[in-house]
């Protein structure tokens, strides 16, 4: 075994020890994309990933855990006991009505225990802000505890063959998402992502709910919208406009990919939002609304 195995090995241990409802609350500085090594989701920077990790880590891990773990011993046992050479003569019996009973029962509640908070992030997720609506946030078995405002911001995003394209719906401003090459990542962005980063992220304001409307080309194929640490993923169908919202809590450059197998190239479209302060947000809008991009971004800080 490499050091490296044991090294993932204490990750892991070190993650099953912490696991605890209310550990998504404590993360902090998420790097926004994978790292090496990296066991468990991407750190969260939004009330629905605070949602989807603590189910995630929380509820389902466990529950999967303890499933594995009963099945194993009742395997021994039965390896163990019943095997022609312990038991040679076996019972002929067929029918128990109790455990019948309880093999039927317990996975009915285990099912239902999953069932409740997984309904209510999925609404969480499909149900825009309207200021008054309480989200579920990192506990998912609350009746909503986290305030979200209403949307100031509506973004477009639309997956074409192969790169995305975004519209500032209200401002009517819109622009193209490409993939770096190597090449141009080396020498434009060195400390981004190879295969994550792109020529222009998506800007947007830290602590604002912005929605997120996600569709397709009209005469393109199906894509999907996907930003792990959001927590979002958003088929983008051609002909069909689908809605989500995100309010991010952190700045710094998130990335995401196309989600569902779209051609050549799929693995080539990534996707990346840039969170920044509110008044680098302006200054870089009302520069977009003057009709320059580059001078849009040039508004931004140098990313490395
Ligand atoms: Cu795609």
New binding site residues.
């Given amino acids: 075994m490499t050091a490296s195995n044991f090294r993932r090995m204490g990750a892991f241990l070190a993650a099953a020890v912490g696991l605890a409802p209310t550990m998504a609350a404590a993360q902090q500085s998420a790097p926004g994309h994978p790292q090496y090594g990296q066991i468990g989701l991407q750190p969260s920077v939004t009330p629905i990933m605070d949602s989807i990790t603590v189910f995630h880590d929380g509820v389902l891990m466990w529950t999967i855990s303890a499933i594995v773990l009963l099945v194993l011993a009742l395997l021994v046992v039965v390896i163990v006991r019943f095997n022609a050479r312990a038991n040679p003569v076996p019972a002929r019996f067929t029918h128990n009505t109790l455990i019948e009973v309880i093999w039927t029962v317990v996975p009915i509640v285990i099912l239902v225990i999953i069932a409740i908070p997984s309904f209510g992030v999925l609404a969480d997720q499909m149900t825009t802000p309207d200021g008054e609506r309480r989200y579920l946030g990192a506990n998912i078995f609350s009746f909503g505890d986290v305030e979200v405002p209403a949307p100031a911001l509506t973004v477009k995003a639309t ?1 074409e ?2 790169f995305w394209n975004y519209e500032y719906v209200d401002q009517g401003l819109r622009f193209d998402q490409y993939i770096l090459s190597d090449e141009d990542r080396q020498t434009q962005k060195p400390g981004q992502p190879r295969l994550l980063a792109v020529d222009n992220e998506l800007v947007v304001p830290v602590n604002t709910t912005v929605r997120l409307l996600v569709t397709a080309a009209p005469t393109g ?4 919208f996907a930003l792990p640490s959001f927590g979002i993923k958003v088929d ?1 169908v051609p002909g069909r406009l689908n809605e989500t919202w995100f309010n991010a809590r952190e700045t710094g450059i998130y990335y995401g990919q ?1 989600s ?4 050549k ?2 693995a080539f ?1 990534p996707i990346a939002v840039r969170v920044v302060e509110q008044e680098e947000f302006d200054a870089w809008l009302t520069a977009f609304e003057g009709g320059d991009y580059t001078a849009a971004n040039a508004t931004l800080a140098a990313v490395e």
Avoid: R, Y
Avoid at 221 to 224: D, P
Avoid at 260 to 263: F, M, N, P, Q, V
């Fill in positions: 997956g063959q192969w194929v199906i894509h999907a983008a196309c569902e197998l779209c051609g190239d799929h479209m």
